[in-house]
């Protein structure tokens, strides 16, 4: 399995960005899509999963109510949909998978697969 993500750039606070990540290889039906982020001198830390048997996201408190996850069937594909965003969201942001799905789905441990990362920077 490989994993590309995408989309990362510079946005001024306020604005938005569509990240993506492309799944290759072989792909199930019950795995878990997650995004992470690592910023300068922190740990990665969960952003958002999503569920594909169920169609469901689960986010951080800190990205709820202005980041959807979502799913392209054709495309093999998770977006990640950051809008309102805050300079405090400047990082590199990892795909990952794992499967089978996972009640412990914020734990950067629980996932085998990662892609390359991508980065965003949010200006003030």
């Known amino acids: 399995v490989q994993l590309q993500a995408s989309g990362g750039g510079l946005v001024q606070a306020g604005g938005s960005l569509r990240l993506s990540c492309a799944a290759s290889g072989r792909t199930f039906s019950n795995n878990a899509i997650a995004w992470f982020r690592q910023a300068p001198g922190k740990e990665r830390e969960f952003v958002a999963a999503f569920r594909w048997s169920l169609n469901r996201g689960y986010y951080a408190d800190s990205v709820k109510g202005r980041f959807t996850i979502s799913r392209d069937n054709a495309k093999n594909t998770v977006y990640l949909q950051m809008n309102s965003l805050k300079p405090e969201d400047t990082a590199i942001y990892y795909c990952?998978?794992?499967?089978?799905?996972?009640?412990?789905?914020?734990?950067?441990?629980?996932?085998?697969?990662w892609g390359q990362g991508t980065l965003v920077t949010v200006s003030s």
């Open positions: 990952t998978r794992r499967e089978p799905w996972t009640l412990d789905y914020s734990n950067v441990r629980a996932y085998d697969y």
